[in-house]
């Protein structure tokens, strides 16, 4: 199911971890989910504003270098940018939690240092 045809949520979901299969695609998505609010505060508490601008860079360059290097697909950003921006700290929180190797399973992603789910 391609991302533009996903209708809710619960759809997406499935997809989007499919399109993060491969776990060195997770990692980098980690260190841009890290990344993001470690700005942000800076930017807040130095009252750096143009740091602000620096956000969404911090938090979407690693995630993008890991989907054109590593995972070659086109990130579900582009077709569902706030879907993918939940997805990012759901899936940060589950590993966090260490519940998401259960969401992986779930939406049929093989448990591989390689995995491609199809």
Known sequence: ??????????EFWP???REHAVPATRTWHFVGSTA??????????????WGLLLVPVAG???AWVAHAFVERNRPATFTHPWWSLIS???MFFLFLTGR?????????VEDHPHARAT
Not at 100 to 108: F, Q, S, T, Y
């Open 60 to 62: 979407y360059f690693f």
């Open 15 to 17: 997809f989007y971890l």
């Open 36 to 49: 993001a609010p470690v700005v942000l505060v800076w930017a807040l508490l130095t009252q750096t504003w």
């Open 100 to 108: 998401l190797k259960d969401e992986l399973v779930r939406a049929g």
């Open 1 to 10: 199911m391609a991302s533009n045809r996903c209708q809710t949520y619960s």
């Open 88 to 90: 990012d700290y759901r």
